[in-house]
């Protein structure tokens, strides 16, 4: 009734443009598809109104009774498919009579992203429902837009794998990610995919593989890849090789990896001794495993961490071979000195075992083959402390009952010296010595004491002239062995007795040492 309206603009909710209507004579003949659009009023002056216009809507004909006989004829009408199929959407199943109108939504720019995504999706639905039909080409052509195929990527990826289309679903996932597609449909294309390509390396596919193994859904197939093409950090391939193990596959490759990885980061096994014999028992290269063996030795020698007993023997082969390396000998003697130890001497050569159990014993071949490996290293120069904890018959030729030994690890080459004051217990003058230390073997650097009862050690360490640390480090004669049967033990339990005033036990030892000492001169005589 409004004489300034113009046109009659219709906006319907499922379409992407608005429909104007010209006015003449207070009319407009509007096209109403849902009877959900809105309904605006245009003025002259571009002025909208909605509900400040009174108006009427008149229908010119009733459409129910021809909609059936329309669809029975597959009319093709835009707004026969806006009327019957759009307010439905959502909810009807898409069959095989409707499919070409899905698709027709699907296509069609005039209706809004919603729609045409949920037509698209129950189009691409029904395909999987029904994978004897080939996907028609307007199909293919929606698939292939991005916005559609990164929100429906897990259809596409297996509407194409029940068509065997497997380097297309597999650049699907390739280019917009595996996220939230159903493991069962990754598993069946990466396994197709490693059947399909043999031998042959695909970057996108390992990690793919590796996704699906950390999802715990990788199979025989995967783990093969895996095995045969992954390199990743020591705990993914520690893992790997684990599943690997546990379904009894084959895994020397992996194992020849892990072992040549940690040598290489220098970083420790999870399994050192199962993966190096299952290593040495598939054809294993000399040459990887005597140098893990070496590296375990470095380990054993230099960072106190004792392995497993197969690496032990195995060490053992290595050292008494035609090239013996030298830390194989220091690292065998420093387990063996580990194995006589008090338990909490243990502790600090990294042992772990329960402190109430006995000291294990060395049998007459280890003891044999203890004295070896002391003649190797002893012909070098080297003495270290932890030789006296090795079988008091071995060692005796070495007088280590009578020393203290002073210790330090540093760098290889550095420069170690030892600022020391050695003084009567209770004396108060302190005089300083300093003198450089002797570095027995990569970093390792020792110094020789000899300390009577009732002395004491005070000590600094100084690094490439450079006094870094300030601790005063003191070893007292008081600690010392004073058991034993050498001139120096007897010597030092003399002293004891003296200072706990035990002089019946004095007399005793002194009776002793005159007995010991006049034997010795009449038996050894100079020639």
């Not at 009774?65 to 009327?83: N, P």
């Not at 002293?495 to 005793?508: A, G, M, P």
Request: include cysteine.
């Amino acid at each position: 009734k409004d004489r300034s309206i113009r046109q009659v603009i219709v906006i319907n909710p499922c379409l992407s443009k608005e429909e104007s209507y010209p006015v003449k004579d207070q009319t407009a003949y509007i096209q109403m598809y849902s009877g959900d659009e809105q309904i605006l009023f245009e003025d002259s002056m571009k002025h909208r109104f909605a509900v400040t216009v009174e108006h009427r809507i008149t229908p010119l004909m009733s459409v129910k009774k021809y909609v059936d006989s329309c669809q029975a004829m597959h009319a093709r009408s835009f707004g026969l498919l806006v009327h019957t199929l759009i307010p439905v959407l959502e909810t009807v199943e898409v069959s095989e009579g409707s499919i070409r109108s899905f698709l027709r939504i699907a296509e069609d720019d005039r209706f809004v992203d919603e729609c045409r995504l949920m037509a698209r999706t129950k189009a691409l639905q029904y395909y999987t429902r029904n994978e004897d039909k080939d996907l028609p080409e307007a199909i293919q052509k929606l698939m292939a837009r991005e916005e559609f195929a990164g929100k429906c990527k897990g259809l596409i990826v297996r509407a194409m794998l029940q068509r065997h289309k497997l380097a297309g679903a597999f650049d699907v996932i390739s280019r917009y990610g595996y996220e939230y597609i159903d493991n069962r449909l990754l598993v069946s294309l990466c396994s197709q995919l490693i059947e399909s390509m043999g031998d042959g390396e695909n970057e996108e596919l390992l990690c793919l593989a590796y996704e699906l193994f950390i999802r715990g859904k990788a199979n025989d197939t995967i783990l093969v890849y895996l095995r045969d093409h992954y390199i990743g950090s020591l705990d993914q391939m520690n893992q790997i090789r684990d599943s690997l193990a546990d379904l009894e596959i084959d895994t020397a490759d992996i194992d020849e990896e892990l072992l040549i990885l940690s040598m290489f980061l220098r970083k420790p096994l999870k399994h050192p001794a199962e993966i190096l014999e299952s290593y040495m028992k598939k054809n294993a290269r000399p040459q990887v495993s005597e140098a893990f063996l070496v590296f375990s030795a470095f380990d054993l020698f230099c960072a106190d961490q004792l392995p497993e007993k197969y690496i032990i023997e195995q060490m053992k082969t290595v050292a008494a071979g035609e090239h013996g390396h030298l830390v194989c000998s220091l690292a065998l003697l420093k387990y063996y000195a580990a194995l006589l130890q008090s338990p909490e001497e243990r502790v600090g050569y990294g042992w772990k075992e329960n402190k109430t159990e006995p000291l294990q014993q060395i049998s007459d071949e280890d003891k044999e083959f203890i004295r070896g490996q002391l003649e190797i290293v002893t012909e070098k120069g080297i003495r270290l402390g932890f030789f006296k904890y090795l079988p008091e018959e071995l060692i005796q030729a070495y007088e280590l009952d009578d020393r203290s030994f002073v210790e330090a690890k540093g760098k290889p080459g550095e420069s170690v010296t030892i600022r020391y004051c050695l003084r009567a217990e209770g004396e108060k003058k302190r005089e300083f010595r300093s003198e450089p230390m002797k570095e027995m073997f990569q970093g390792v650097f020792a110094k020789e004491f000899m300390l009577f009862y009732g002395e004491v050690l005070e000590y600094t360490l100084i690094r490439d002239n450079k006094m870094t640390d300030l601790t005063v480090h003191t070893i007292s004669g008081n600690q010392i062995e004073t058991r034993g049967k050498t001139k120096y033990q007897m010597l030092n339990r003399m002293l004891s007795d003296w200072h706990v005033q035990n002089f019946d036990q004095l007399d005793q030892d002194m009776k002793e040492y005159l007995m010991t000492d006049h034997i010795c001169k009449e038996i050894f005589t100079l020639l």
